[in-house]
């Protein structure tokens, strides 16, 4: 009985927690389907001064006039999207890539100064983020890459984070498939291809999926590295909409969360078991 009671509190104390937690994104989603007059009837002038604003849930007349306004009338915003993706993808990919080959290096090989290597990396992983932006601005401008996608796609992909993450998944898998492998006559890279990878996909999805949603919301790399607002990402597109343009604000908002939700709701699973299991093991 009293474990009974206990779980209830628990869940209504976490339910009151969540819905603390997805009230803005409710606000956002119903906001963005009312008409720029109900939005500046809530929102608008005057209400900032009196400290009071009416939060509605419910439209008084639903509109798709934001949405139309974004998707028609405003080709900066779809520039932008674009913009996102070919900053993005690639460098999802390619770190991807880098990561899974440099974990399997280090969580599967028998090497002088492994330990120590993988310590490093663990060091960069903890630097905060401003640190690390001024040798990279240097080093792009020594290339000559600043001011072009290269400069933000280089430095996504040799991060610190994605090898950590799949190292960790790695290095649980039993050495003994390697083994039996090797003496089958496979080579490494066969190995890598046909074992390792197979038995660490929910690892590389979870750091899909992460790396995704960091490079999706980054803002100060695109701001620094990029002059050419034509070359910026979505992500800096809301600081750009003018005051009078609330409503705009709202269903940018909203197509903005669209690529992380489908991303996230596809690979769920994948993120969840990927991370727990990263960090039981090592």
């Given at each position: 009985?009293?474990?009974?009671?206990?779980?209830?509190?628990?869940?209504?104390?976490?339910?009151?927690?969540?819905?603390?937690?997805?009230?803005?994104?409710?606000?956002?989603v119903?906001?963005?389907?009312?008409?720029?007059?109900?939005?500046?009837?809530?929102?608008?002038m005057?209400?900032?001064?009196?400290?009071?604003?009416n939060?509605?849930?419910?439209?008084?007349?639903?509109?798709?006039?934001?949405?139309?306004?974004?998707?028609?009338?405003?080709?900066?915003?779809?520039?932008?999207?674009?913009?996102?993706?070919?900053?993005?993808?690639?460098?999802?990919?390619?770190?991807?890539a880098?990561?899974?080959?440099?974990?399997?290096a280090?969580?599967?090989?028998?090497?002088?100064?492994?330990?120590?290597?993988?310590?490093i990396?663990?060091?960069?992983?903890?630097?905060?983020?401003?640190?690390?932006l001024?040798?990279?601005?240097?080093?792009?401008?020594?290339?000559?890459?600043?001011?072009s996608?290269?400069?933000?796609?280089?430095?996504?992909?040799f991060?610190?984070?994605?090898?950590?993450?799949?190292?960790?998944?790695?290095?649980?898998?039993?050495?003994?498939?390697?083994?039996?492998?090797?003496?089958?006559?496979?080579?490494?890279?066969?190995?890598?291809?046909?074992?390792i990878?197979?038995?660490?996909?929910?690892?590389?999805?979870?750091?899909?999926?992460?790396?995704?949603?960091?490079?999706?919301?980054m803002?100060?790399?695109?701001?620094?590295?990029?002059?050419?607002?034509?070359?910026?990402?979505?992500s800096?597109?809301?600081?750009?909409?003018?005051?009078?343009?609330?409503?705009l604000?709202?269903?940018?908002?909203?197509?903005?969360?669209?690529?992380?939700?489908?991303?996230?709701?596809?690979?769920?699973?994948?993120?969840?078991?990927?991370?727990?299991?990263s960090?039981?093991?090592?």
């Amino acid at each position: 009985m009293k474990a009974s009671i206990k779980s209830s509190i628990l869940f209504i104390v976490l339910l009151v927690f969540a819905m603390i937690m997805i009230f803005p994104l409710i606000i956002t989603v119903t906001n963005s389907f009312m008409t720029e007059s109900e939005i500046v009837f809530n929102y608008g002038m005057g209400k900032e001064i009196d400290g009071f604003v009416n939060l509605k849930w419910i439209p008084d007349l639903v509109s798709l006039e934001q949405f139309k306004a974004l998707l028609f009338d405003r080709m900066q915003f779809l520039i932008m999207f674009w913009n996102s993706l070919l900053l993005v993808l690639p460098i999802v990919l390619g770190q991807a890539a880098v990561a899974t080959m440099a974990a399997f290096a280090l969580s599967q090989f028998q090497f002088r100064g492994r330990d120590s290597l993988f310590f490093i990396y663990l060091m960069t992983m903890l630097m905060p983020f401003q640190v690390t932006l001024v040798p990279n601005y240097l080093a792009m401008d020594w290339l000559g890459l600043l001011n072009s996608r290269a400069s933000i796609i280089l430095p996504g992909i040799f991060s610190a984070f994605g090898v950590f993450l799949v190292r960790q998944f790695m290095i649980g898998i039993p050495h003994d498939y390697v083994e039996a492998a090797k003496i089958d006559g496979a080579g490494y890279w066969a190995i890598f291809y046909r074992i390792i990878l197979p038995m660490s996909r929910p690892g590389i999805a979870a750091l899909v999926i992460l790396v995704f949603v960091d490079n999706w919301n980054m803002v100060e790399q695109p701001l620094i590295f990029l002059q050419d607002a034509y070359q910026q990402p979505l992500s800096i597109f809301l600081s750009r909409i003018n005051e009078g343009e609330r409503g705009l604000a709202f269903a940018a908002a909203v197509l903005y969360m669209l690529p992380m939700l489908f991303v996230f709701l596809y690979a769920e699973n994948d993120l969840i078991e990927g991370i727990q299991l990263s960090g039981v093991k090592g």
